[in-house]
């Protein structure tokens, strides 16, 4: 057993298909079938089973897949150990990052630091919030870029980094269009168009709502941003969206007793060693 096997088989597990994860590891399919096989051989027990295109874990390929986790991170963890007594800034950088934050506030870091460390590789991913920050607790990313949950897991060390103004708005055939102030409770007779639950900007209106005893109603439910700002622009509800995405398409109005904020940073594992390569991201981002 190595770590080749064991990548092949976590990339095939998280993904639960083999094209897929040969596309993630840069080889064909034929190779990471062929690695998960000799692992399986091995360890003389079957960990995936395949039927069709269908790929799921076997009771044997659920018991390993977090130990898998756990070599390949400690593994992990010992090479950035290794190449930080170098001082070298240099090698791969995973780093996620919320769709809005990635288009709205990271790109001038990112040249910059670009710039500045041209022989490290960044591996961006573009991951809603509360995902990047699972991928960071399971040591899937060493960084993670996005909008800070309100409370952050014991595991990760949040750092906030930018305030994001929050405010209420419709588009302009709207009932509420020509509405400049009203209550909670006037608002949630309209449906709305917001964030999945458990996203932390949706998290952030319900409990400044729930003690104004304001129920909110949505008609749509999505986590990209974008998506909801348009939906919004022609009319199909009101929306909770950042100061940065508001233009002429959408009437801006306020809620009385309701100001909201969200923060917006970078998190990390306490536990895992960083790499120089995200410590200067952290240092970058600390600048802004």
Not at 55 to 74: D, K, Q
Not at 81 to 95: H, K, M, S, T, Y
Not at 150 to 161: F, G, N, V, W
């Amino acid at each position: 057993m190595n770590t080749i096997q064991l990548k092949a088989f976590l990339a095939v597990a998280q993904t639960a298909s083999f094209s897929r994860a040969a596309d993630e590891l840069h080889l064909t399919q034929p190779a990471v079938s062929k690695r998960v096989a000799q692992l399986e051989e091995e360890l003389d027990t079957r960990l995936l089973d395949r039927i069709g295109r269908q790929v799921s874990l076997t009771e044997a390929g659920r018991a390993l897949l977090p130990r898998a986790l756990h070599i390949l991170t400690e593994m992990e963890d010992s090479r950035r150990a290794i190449q930080n007594l170098a001082g070298e800034v240099a090698g791969p950088l995973r780093l996620g990052t919320s769709h809005h934050v990635g288009q709205h506030h990271l790109p001038a870091i990112l040249r910059g630091y670009s710039k500045r460390y041209p022989e490290v590789e960044l591996d961006l991913h573009f991951l809603d919030s509360e995902t990047a920050c699972a991928a960071v607790s399971q040591g899937e990313m060493e960084l993670a870029v996005i909008t800070l949950p309100m409370t952050p897991p014991a595991e990760l060390a949040a750092l906030p980094i930018w305030n994001d103004s929050l405010r209420f708005v419709c588009g302009h055939t709207h009932p509420l269009a020509r509405v400049k102030q009203l209550t909670a409770t006037e608002l949630v007779k309209h449906p709305a168009l917001l964030p999945a639950r458990l996203a932390t900007t949706r998290e952030i209106l319900e409990e400044s709502f729930a003690p104004l005893g304001a129920r909110i109603k949505t008609s749509l439910s999505t986590n990209y941003l974008e998506t909801l700002k348009t939906m919004a622009s022609i009319g199909l509800g009101w929306s909770l969206l950042p100061r940065t995405l508001i233009d002429k398409t959408l009437h801006e109005f306020t809620v009385r007793g309701v100001r909201l904020q969200r923060s917006l940073g970078v998190v990390s594992h306490r536990e895992r060693t960083l790499s120089n390569a995200a410590r200067r991201m952290i240092e970058l981002l600390r600048q802004v």
